[in-house]
């Protein structure tokens, strides 16, 4: 049989239906890819061997039993290491979290339980998601499998490049600013935001409460609808979860039809500042939509220019809150609790020991953006932005179905570029964070290499609240039409990697 | 004129309860100065009339039945904590000498 780990989910599912492999063999299949490659790529902070093998062994046992199994089951999947899972070590990138295995699992692993889905390990990430690029990983940086010496995005570059390095079919991103788009434009892989509240937190270590969500990242449009569908829906675990139907995602990857959609192109979100092979890209994905039947005309988001500074208030006041939980006193690292000191001197020398520069600069800023004296000029006046930011998309939906943009102003950049600029980092998520404070759906779709630097580019569309189907709708007419042109998903343009025995 | 100075960076450091040393103070600090007139600019926005967004979507409370459901057992509860004693986490004395 011909490489396991090559399959998409679903013909792996049609495998497994069939019978000719078991979810035993392709587990082990991509474990020995894991082992094979990840020492190069540094994707995964923890690889649960062990669970992963059992949980296949069940899904096979099931099967053998005739018990009716859901389209994913036995499929392996890379996690996210922010979300929880019963027993597994969970760090969020953080070391003041190293070695926590949580008491519960998440209700996003729930589902991915319920649905059979194989959990091989967790996959690394910035520092409590703060980051665009692995580097504020406390546990080192992850590779992009297209060039090992550039950056695989961030914060979820751990995902991404699991899913780009052949080591696994699915993943699961968060989503606060950019974390599963970014990354997935920079991997060549498809990357989805669903509408904030489709997706649960429960269980989800918190960087933005207001912001963060969970969504899914694969090779193919359809693997994504399908894995979106069994992670989403209802949760009375999380007080902002959405009681209303999962948008009709899988049907929407197996139509992709644009005929008549009609499509704008935000006008803010190009031009100066974008690498000339992302533009290039991004314009020839829109001519080919149109050529597909969509009606593509310009649209103007005129707050959008204002989102970066916006989210950059908001986020960091909402993160110094959630983090003043890692006080030492319950779970996680404690230093300096010599007998000597007072609670309020260990907090201080554990979060100081335990937290990484970027951590620290936005418990700060955050700090500074709620003190008294600034919060009407700072927070008060971000979220008045974020009333306008919402108005602008509000007004754009009344005359298009969806918006698109590049999902990125530049390919990934090389390992080491920004680490010192927190500004040109942050910059690297000004296409993606509008969507985040409406909180609307998005996503990021593979539509080629710049010509520069033969790096991938991804391809942002943004659907209204509950229009997450939308997104795939899109997403599926780009990839059969490009396939088409290439003879093959541009995943299949990526470089061998070299393979360690 | 910096945005923010040195001693009210090392305010918000000890405010935020993260004990920073001088030299993460010489690096911190100019950086932060760089962000906050970055994040300045939402004052550019005529924004008087505007009324704020604290959630994208809206929501009011929700509620549910005031009944027992399962929840951690003590040990779970205690699994990760840096130090327990009787069913209980132990912490580091709350009060200071001079307090």
New interface residues.
Partial sequence: MSDLTRKTAVELADLMSSGETSSAEITQAHLDRIAATDTAVHAFLHVDTEGALAQAADVDSRRAAGEKLGPLAGVPLALKDVLTQEGVPTTAGSKILEGWKPPYDSTVVKRLRAAGIVILGKTNMDEFAMGSSTENSAYGTTHNPWDLNRIPGGSGGGSSAAVSAYQAPLAIGTDTGGSIRQPAAFTGTVGIKPTYGGTSRYGLIALASSLDTPGPCARTTLDAALLHEAIAGWDPMDSTSINQDVPPVVAAARNGDVTGMRIGVVKELGGEGYQPGVGARFHEAVELLTKLGAEVVEVSCPHFQYALPAYYLILPSEASSNLAKFDAMRFGLRVGDDGENDAEKVMSLTREAGFGDEVKRRIMLGTHALSSGYYDAYYGQAQKVRTLIARDFARAYEQVDVLVSPATPTTAFAIGDRVNDPIAMYKNDLCTIPSNLAGNAAASFPVGLADEDGMPVGFHVMAPVMRDDLLYQVGAALESALADQWGGVLMSKAPELEVTR | MPS?TRE??AH??????????DD?LD??AP??D???G????????A?ED????????P?S??M?EDVNVPC?TPE??L?????AEEQR?R??????EEA
């Fill in positions: 923010i009210e960076v918000l450091a000890r405010l935020a309860r993260i004990e920073l040393s993460e690096h911190l950086q932060l760089q962000i906050i970055l994040v300045a600019q939402v004052s550019d926005v924004a505007i009324p704020p967004t604290s959630h994208a979507l929501l409370n929700v549910r951690l779970q509860a699994s990760g904590a840096p130090a986490f912490v580091p004395r709350i009060l200071s």
